[in-house]
């Protein structure tokens, strides 16, 4: 059977699925899936059977993930992402043990190596990782990260205290990195057993100290497996590179007309190109001058150029989700940008050329584009 490119979308009001040939000039469209409940994440696990997860927060039932075995058509809740409870009587853990009663919201889902093919890994609020081992069914506290020594330093940003960001190295299962707002980014290198913030030049202007140890906003954290030691994010105070696992930190934001924005998009055939999308700020978070532009470096964000051609040029207020860009595996990638008013834009050429995929849908979460 031919391949086709799925690009599944998740949005206030339930998720779409979006199919395309690889000539990617023709689209249908399956949904909405999951009425009556945000999805803040669907993904596509391709390592074996084809799986989807979504990440569901009910207003009714609460937040949990869903999994689907045939492309939406059905699906089944896992047994629950959830905190142990305390037994009467018992002092519970600290520092978290009052944020820890309740999961309030699922917010990423990422599957893991394709060493580990039953290993899922999900992101929540209030500021914490969670793993499963037996694709999805059931799910396990990362307990040292909840629990790690700074934690009374983190607090929420506007969207609440979440882990958004899984950054998993592609060959040493034992590191992982995670972007926390507000926190910062965390890395691991004995596998979740101890976690070491990495925040190192990285600012935090809203906080007095403008260059702490953690409390850093970061928006949305990226690496690429070809050099995994290079990591991206886009902060609330700017766009960064590590070139040494977050060690050391990089401010790349000169060239960009905003150092705000949310997502951050690595080039899936060259790790040295990279995307983002500016807005003005935390007092108005839309695109600057109501233009709406994707900036491209070529080069590990020593400079940038804008790409417009085909996007709205004014009076586009649009607001671009931390998880609301990503591009497919082709050859000549093809970006995809959800949009806060329900568009999404798409481009064949890797940014040079932009048309509109679909218009109308709910406000756009999350974009993830998988050939299968």
Not at 95 to 121: F, H, M
Not at 208 to 230: A, N, R, S, T, W
Not at 348 to 371: C, F, H, M, Q
Request: glycine residues 8%.
């Amino acid at each position: 059977m031919a391949k086709q490119l799925y690009l599944l979308v998740g949005t206030k009001k339930g998720a779409f699925i979006l199919t395309s040939n690889l000539s990617r000039k023709k689209w249908s469209l399956k949904g909405p899936l999951l009425k009556g409940a945000e999805v803040n994440d669907i993904v596509l696990d391709t390592r074996a059977k084809p799986t989807m997860y979504a990440a569901v927060t009910s207003y009714w039932w609460g937040t949990n993930v869903h999994v689907s075995k045939n492309f939406g058509k059905s699906w089944e809740q896992s047994d629950g992402v959830k905190f142990e409870q305390t037994p009467s009587g018992q002092e519970p853990d600290k520092p978290a043990a009052d944020e820890q009663k309740n999961v309030k919201k699922v917010w990423c889902i990422v599957p893991g190596r394709t060493s580990e093919p039953n290993v899922l890994y999900a992101g929540v609020d209030p500021g914490a990782l969670f793993t499963s081992n037996d694709c999805g069914n059931s799910w396990s506290e990362v307990k040292s990260l909840t629990n790690h020594p700074t934690r009374e330093k983190w607090f929420p940003g506007a969207g609440g205290l979440m882990v958004h960001s899984i950054a998993l190295h592609p060959t040493d299962t034992k590191k992982m990195f995670v972007g926390i707002s507000a926190a910062g980014m965390f890395a691991t290198e004995d596998g979740g057993t101890t976690w070491e913030p990495r925040n190192k030049d990285v600012r935090a202007d809203f906080l007095p100290d403008k260059l702490p140890h953690v409390g850093q906003c970061v928006h949305h954290l990226e690496l690429h497996p070809d050099k995994p030691e290079v990591l991206y994010q886009q902060n609330h105070c700017g766009v960064y590179r590590s070139d040494n696992e977050g060690k050391n930190w990089t401010d790349i934001s000169d060239g960009l007309p905003s150092r705000f924005g949310f997502p951050v998009q690595i080039h899936p055939h060259d790790p040295d190109t990279v995307y983002v999308i500016p807005e003005v700020g935390a007092e108005f978070r839309a695109v600057v001058k109501g233009e709406l532009a994707v900036y491209q470096s070529k080069n590990t964000g020593k400079s940038w150029k804008k790409l417009t051609k085909g996007l709205p040029k004014k009076n586009a207020f649009l607001q671009i989700h931390r998880q609301a860009m990503t591009m497919d595996s082709l050859d000549k990638s093809g970006i995809y940008v959800g949009t806060s008013s329900g568009q999404i834009f798409y481009s064949r050429d890797e940014g040079k050329n932009w048309d509109v995929l679909i218009d109308y849908l709910p406000t756009v979460y999350s974009v993830n584009a998988v050939v299968a």
